[in-house]
């Protein structure tokens, strides 16, 4: 079974979570987690209380209120057939969401990136881009708005003939919604690393295509997003990846954070 984790909140922006989550996946089976962490009160709140019960009656309230909440953003989910539970955590929301992933056996989670300003990302960073860093076995999926209305957009992988990115086809392939057909980047000096993974498309007969190219993937992916409204960018990071770009960043993660539709990042910790 496919367990799937979407943090969520009280914000328009957390819907795109959901809504991905019914477009991409065959939901029926799955066991799919909401998720919202009650952050901490202002500590000035907190030094002003003289009573002491500040923190333990926002505590409380803040998860009373939130349960109405995702009770109802469960329903679109369990309606495609997913097993759905609610969680609600308490404390600083990036730091909750690290340990999750790191500790917890979730397949996907799903986020939806909110509006910062450049003073909120330059002081605090953004928690999409602290998540990509996180030590986890899995993806990390940004869901972000198209313009497109069509549904039935492409998913694309970018295939660079490692390990990683081999792994993330197989995730991926199963549990994305059949309507929805596959697009393979790869080079033509890769074609060969791609046997088994083709062979288990082949079995599953899935709708797919191969796109080869002589450029490199930095070239290559963003040339064809340029060209294409896709429904999600599969990439993979590789040892390699981490190991030989310490100052600019990995590549899939300046393609990830980029990316102008939906975009997951396939990390294994077992080889990082």
Same mark, same amino acid.
């Given at each position: ?46 030094? !002003? ?9 926002? /505590?409380?309230?803040?998860?009373? %209120? ?5 009770? *109802?953003?469960?329903?679109?989910? *369990? =309606? ?57 076995? @899995? ?7 198209? /313009? /497109? ?29 059949? &309507?929805?057909?596959? !697009?393979?980047?790869?080079?033509? *000096?890769?074609? =060969? ?9 082949? &079995? ?23 060209? =294409? ?7 993979? &990071? ?10 600019? @960043?990995?590549?899939? %993660? ?19």
């Amino acid at each position: 079974m496919v367990q799937i984790l979407i943090p969520i909140d009280a914000k328009p922006h957390s819907q795109l979570s959901v809504d991905l989550a019914v477009t991409l996946f065959k939901l029926s089976g799955a066991r799919i987690t909401l998720l919202h962490v009650v952050a901490d009160p202002d500590t000035a709140m907190l030094l !002003a209380d003289k009573t002491g019960q500040v923190e333990s009656r926002y /505590s409380q309230t803040s998860k009373e %209120e939130v349960t109405d909440l995702l009770e *109802s953003v469960s329903k679109p989910l *369990s =309606n495609h057939g997913a097993d759905v539970s609610v969680r609600i955590e308490q404390g600083h929301p990036t730091t909750i969401l690290r340990s999750i992933m790191e500790s917890e056996q979730f397949a996907v989670t799903i986020a939806a990136p909110g509006q910062h300003t450049a003073r909120e990302r330059m002081l605090t960073g953004s928690v999409s881009a602290a998540l990509t860093r996180t030590d986890f076995e @899995g993806a990390l999926v940004v869901a972000r708005k198209t /313009s /497109s209305r069509d549904s039935a957009q492409p998913v694309v992988f970018a295939l660079d003939g490692s390990a990683e990115s081999i792994a993330a086809l197989l995730l991926f392939a199963p549990i994305i919604h059949d &309507r929805l057909p596959l !697009a393979l980047i790869t080079s033509h *000096s890769e074609k =060969n690393l791609l046997g088994d993974a083709i062979e288990t498309l082949d &079995r599953s007969k899935r709708t797919y295509h191969s796109i080869k190219s002589d450029e490199k993937p930095e070239t290559s992916v963003p040339k064809y997003l340029a060209q =294409n409204q896709v429904s999600l960018l599969v990439l993979a &990071r590789t040892r390699d990846d981490v190991l030989h770009r310490p100052l600019t @960043g990995p590549l899939s %993660e300046r393609l990830f954070l980029q990316a102008p539709c939906s975009a997951a990042l396939y990390c294994s910790r077992s080889k990082l």
